[in-house]
């Protein structure tokens, strides 16, 4: 059963749309990531599903009953939903009674509290805070009790909008522990907004790309990151390699030949002769070798390195074998191989790895 469905969401502000006709179903027990960048629409489209902001036009149906302008179901539902936002704010008092408040203003039994709130505080790892004053906390303490304060009412639906975005990476990991924790419990469908493509990766088994404040992809994290139907949503998952080419002659019934600068790569694909298409190939698909090797790979190209970035422990290596090929390898593979500026490498990759989008797909 779906818990929420958006039906032709839009929003709009005094400088032009921030939402375009959204529309998305979230089941019962899904982890749903919206990912995009900053100013796509995230928090709009949050604070709509929270029921806190009405949209311009569009039905919102939170599990089999329309509660778009209906202000007393709002009233219901907005009891059955909690919300962390990305700078939550705690009242002037100490964590236990931070965490408890909900539960105080539905009246909830004084032992019945009690245990809740114990659960909870313990569930984000902060059992020994309930007489720390909020106001002395960290900011990822904060987000902790705040977390602990939407879990404790047992809510249908949780929303999390870029819940570590002002976090140090050690706080970033403790509250992506924590969420693990929830998901494995199953404890409440999730729907929570990043711009952190690898976290939204991590958590989410449902995911769909907001750019400026339309839906371009919805699917499983699996089928966005491996066939993006978009060049945008390409370009914004970082792909990595994204070759503008010509479709040429068919091998077989799924094997074509791919023009790109006098160059022929050979793709799975249905798309007919002629086509202009992206030729979009991940970088960890990409193997390097000093040689050319003898590989199972269709897909062998050499060239000069032009280009070598650190990118944390990986080193992000880009070749010129007629048309610009980027490959990422450890920083431990770079000095065994004695990688430097202009050292020629053979490139390899297989005819399954290369995804294939009409060059139409700009959007």
């Not at 995009?36 to 919102?60: M, N």
């Not at 449902?206 to 839906?215: F, Q, W």
């Not at 002769?273 to 897909?299: H, Y």
């Amino acid at each position: 059963m779906a818990t929420l469905e958006l039906i032709d969401i839009t929003q709009e502000f005094k400088d032009g749309y921030s939402l375009r006709a959204v529309n998305l179903t979230i089941d019962q027990g899904d982890v749903f990531a919206l990912i995009g960048p900053t100013g796509a629409g995230k928090t709009t489209l949050i604070r709509i599903i929270d029921l806190l902001d009405w949209p311009a036009s569009g039905r919102i149906i939170f599990a089999g009953r329309d509660v778009t302008r209906s202000k007393r179901e709002r009233l219901k539902v907005r009891r059955r939903i909690s919300y962390v936002q990305q700078r939550p704010t705690l009242f002037s008092m100490n964590v236990y009674d931070n965490v408890a408040v909900g539960l105080k203003w539905r009246r909830v039994p004084r032992s019945m509290i009690r245990t809740r709130v114990e659960h909870a505080l313990e569930l984000v790892g902060l059992a020994d805070y309930q007489k720390r004053d909020a106001r002395t906390l960290s900011g990822g303490e904060t987000q902790r009790v705040a977390i602990a304060r939407a879990l404790v009412t047992e809510p249908e639906l949780l929303l999390l909008d870029e819940p570590t975005a002002n976090l140090d990476p050690v706080s970033t990991e403790r509250i992506e522990v924590i969420l693990e924790n929830i998901i494995q419990a199953k404890q409440t469908t999730m729907v929570m907004s990043t711009h952190d493509r690898s976290q939204g990766q991590r958590l989410a088994n449902k995911m769909g790309i907001l750019i400026d404040g339309e839906i371009l992809q919805f699917g499983t994290p699996a089928e966005i990151f491996r066939s993006p139907i978009r060049k945008r949503v390409a370009d914004f998952v970082g792909v990595g390699n994204m070759l503008d080419g010509i479709v040429g002659e068919r091998i077989d019934e799924s094997l074509v030949t791919i023009q790109i600068n006098g160059n022929a790569l050979q793709a799975i694909s249905d798309f007919d002769e002629g086509e202009k298409v992206w030729t979009l190939v991940r970088t960890e698909d990409v193997t390097f070798s000093l040689s050319e090797i003898s590989t199972s790979a269709r897909n062998t190209f050499n060239g000069p390195i032009t280009r070598m970035t650190p990118v944390g422990t990986l080193v992000r290596i880009e070749i010129d074998c007629g048309f610009p090929l980027v490959g990422v390898v450890t920083a431990k593979t770079v000095s065994e191989m004695g990688l430097e500026i202009g050292i020629r490498l053979f490139a390899s990759f297989k005819a399954t790895a290369i995804h294939v989008i009409h060059r139409y797909s700009q959007t």
